[in-house]
């Protein structure tokens, strides 16, 4: 873990690696992960520990209609202030500045053909009372279902490939758009929501911004969020929404929404974790969710801010990064998906609506209403970008500056 800015970096990495996996888990013979397996005293013990670490005492909890729980916790006890660097933390209940002549209603024009925006099932059977955040609990067949219970909700780069014959090593295929030749601040976009098939339990398909500073292998600092379909961490094949953060390249520090402490929530609305619905609908309705991500008081070290539909969600406490801390060097958007080439076949698993990028306007995924925040503080549109696809034949993107479309169908004739 790279410690934050002031303290000295105790770590250097200078590892070289190969893949990242989500967790390592134990397969059964049909490359199933096996979730009856009978533990040990020792082993219920480390899950009921884990359980309570991980789920806050709630003043109110509410079942939702697809079988999550959802825990109204004090805004005082979440989990980011078990983060040694937070103890004294005193919480922000809104941002102390906004970007210079930026507003976040011009920029607020998703489609005049949007449904209503997003909601969360959960809604349906209550709300968390004023003074709760919404965090939803994680079950005793979750930590079963990822198989470590310690690194539950986190990433790591492993250089150990499968070892089950009918999967192969994981290999993340991308469709990005950004920039890199500046100092950022921050960043806007609109993401079109979708349901994605997604072939197996350990694969994933996400659609989110990168905020990055540094480089893979050896450090690297990241705010993300978006909208994924991750059986393996969910238990469903439900589109949610997510945020993650790392200070180390993924290795020992950041995780999914709030399974780990660092982010500062503040919005009583929103369940990371939990569905989001209505989805688009191929040729019709499109649904789009809208962040926006800014860094406040820049030349005081301020905090990254997030805002969700207009919402302010919360924040990544600037103490908890490192490099990140000061700025940004990357902007990225676009789609992610993990492919474990089953039987040595592409994965059938769909990025966005499944569709590709040349379909266009109601029928391919969008990211539209982009800007970024520059090194001069000003927000702008984007320029001198690149784009960046694995393989266009499986996934692919077209470009028009302040919006893209994107996706694809994974596994077809010209994708074996």
């Known amino acids: 873990m790279a410690p934050p800015c002031g303290s000295g970096r105790r770590w250097s990495r200078a590892i070289k690696m190969t893949f990242y996996l989500f967790f390592l888990v134990p397969m059964s013979s049909t490359g199933n992960r096996n979730t009856n397996t009978i533990l040990g005293k020792k082993q219920k013990l480390e899950v009921q520990q884990q359980l309570k670490r991980l789920n806050k005492p709630a003043l109110k909890s509410i079942e939702s209609p697809d079988g999550d729980i959802i825990d109204c916790v004090d805004i005082y006890k979440q989990p980011a202030f078990d ?5 004294n933390h005193t919480i922000q209940m809104r941002p102390s500045s906004y970007p210079e002549g930026f507003s976040f209603d011009e920029i607020n024009d998703v489609s ?28 005793e067949e979750d930590l079963l279902r990822a198989g470590s219970i310690a690194n539950f909700g986190r990433k790591k780069y492993l250089t150990i490939p499968n070892t089950q014959s009918n999967f192969g090593p994981p290999v993340h295929e991308y469709a990005t758009y950004g920039e890199s030749d500046d100092k950022y601040y921050g960043m806007t976009a609109d993401i079109n929501g979708w349901n994605p098939h997604t072939q197996e339990e350990n694969e994933f398909s996400l659609s989110q911004f990168w905020l990055e500073n540094g480089e893979y292998g050896q450090d690297l600092d990241t705010i993300e ?15 949610r929404f997510f945020l993650y953060w790392t200070d ?36 019709g309705d499109q649904v789009a969710l809208q962040l926006y991500v800014w860094k406040v008081d820049v030349n005081a070290g301020g905090d990254w801010w997030l805002k969700i ?49 040349e379909e266009g306007p109601g029928k391919a995924s969008f990211f539209k209403n982009l800007n970024v925040i520059d090194g001069l503080q000003i927000p702008r549109g984007p320029r001198d970008t690149t784009t960046f696809m694995t393989n266009p034949n499986c996934y692919n993107i077209l470009d028009y500056g302040s919006f893209f479309y994107y ?10």
């Open 83 to 87: 983060h040694p660097l937070l103890k």
């Open 112 to 139: 005049s053909s949007s449904e209503p925006e997003f909601t969360q099932p959960w809604h349906l059977n209550g709300r968390c009372p004023e003074g709760t955040i919404p965090i939803r609990r994680t079950k």
């Open 225 to 239: 969020a978006g909208m994924m379909v991750f059986e393996w961490l969910y238990g469903d094949k439900n589109t």
């Open 248 to 283: 180390d390249a993924y290795q020992s520090t950041g995780c999914y929404n709030l399974l780990c402490p660092g982010f500062v929530q503040i919005d009583k609305q929103i369940a990371m974790g939990a569905r989001l619905t209505p989805y688009s609908k191929y040729d």
């Open 309 to 357: 539909n207009n919402k302010d969600f919360g924040y990544w406490p600037s103490s908890i990064f490192s490099i990140l801390s000061d700025s940004a060097s990357k902007v990225r958007w676009g789609g992610e998906v993990l492919n474990y080439k089953v039987n040595g076949q592409h994965t059938t698993t769909q990025m966005g609506s499944g569709h590709f990028a």
């Open 407 to 416: 996706g694809g169908p994974g596994r077809n004739p010209n994708c074996p």
